[in-house]
């Protein structure tokens, strides 16, 4: 690891409520700060979001720290693509700004990358506010999904929140802006390289479930349209799962975790209206949920 230099890449987007926290766990991880080549921030904020990106870095002169602020949204997208460009490390670490990181997060996620190894992906831990039916709902999710993952490859496997690649293989890859799911776009370029994509359960981040039934149902309706928007790419690479393994771990944590699982069928049963009315209107500008950044 000190032999080999991380670009820590962080898109933002009115992120004044999170980024200090999000910060603070970044500054604890577990790697030497020699060990950074650069944290770029890509910033399309319109709250204070620039103003304490640069108190940050006025306050950490040993970091190189680089803020590029955009007068307008250009989205997740962008952020990825300039960030791949700007990047002089071996390695690039991918982090939404709106989470916290466990203390071996990046080492753990870095570790995994080499010359065959293009992704790693994290285990990404749900933040539960067990009174709210919403939130648990998304956290029954997180802990299906992550049952799916420990099988293996599959088009579930990367998050976007926290991944870790290998530099050389996404110098000259161009994310188009109109895809949604530009984590799996992401995974399936890698494996197009023939290179291993990875998933450890020991690259912990924690992130914020949505509060309320726009923002649950929101961010549920992207994800179906994100993946159909390139199910081509999945079911040529193989990462379609098998619905059986889908069945399998649905009933296994619906036994233990019964009452998030209720949860998540009641908010499901909310889904197919959402989802029609508003289909036709998703684009690669996420609308944000506001209740995860508060």
Not at 1 to 21: C, D, Y
């Amino acid at each position: 690891m000190k032999e080999r230099k991380i670009t820590i890449g962080i898109p933002t987007f009115n992120e004044e409520k999170n980024l200090l926290k999000f910060f603070e766990s970044l500054q604890k991880q577990n790697i030497g700060s020699d060990t950074i080549e650069k944290i770029i921030f890509i910033d399309d904020s319109d709250d204070s979001t620039p103003n304490l990106i640069k108190k940050i870095k006025e306050d950490n002169p040993k970091l190189n720290i680089e803020l590029l602020h955009n007068n307008r949204r250009m989205g997740a997208s962008n952020a990825w693509n300039t960030i791949f460009k700007k990047s002089k490390g071996e390695v690039i670490v991918l982090l939404d700004a709106d989470i916290e990181l466990e203390i071996n997060c990046i080492y753990n996620l870095s570790k995994k990358i080499n010359q065959d190894t293009g992704l790693c992906a994290s285990n990404t831990v749900p933040i539960i506010k067990s009174n709210n039916i919403f939130s648990k709902a998304a956290a029954f999710i997180a802990f299906w999904l992550r049952s799916v993952r420990l099988h293996g490859i599959s088009q579930y496997t990367t998050m976007g929140r926290a991944l870790a690649l290998y530099s050389e293989d996404v110098k000259d890859l161009e994310i188009p802006t109109d895809i949604i799911a530009i984590d799996l776009y992401l995974q399936c370029k890698i494996l197009e390289k023939r290179k291993n994509v990875m998933y450890n359960d020991e690259a912990i981040i924690y992130f914020k479930t949505p509060l309320t039934k726009s923002d649950f149902l929101s961010q549920v309706t992207r994800a179906i349209i994100g993946h159909q928007q390139i199910k081509e790419y999945t079911k040529k690479l193989s990462l379609n799962i098998s619905f059986f393994i889908m069945a399998k771990e649905f009933i296994k944590n619906a036994f233990r975790y019964p009452r998030y699982c209720l949860a998540l069928l009641y908010c499901y049963s909310m889904l197919p209206y959402n989802y029609l009315k508003n289909k036709k209107i998703v684009t690669y500008l996420w609308e944000t949920s506001v209740s995860t950044k508060e």
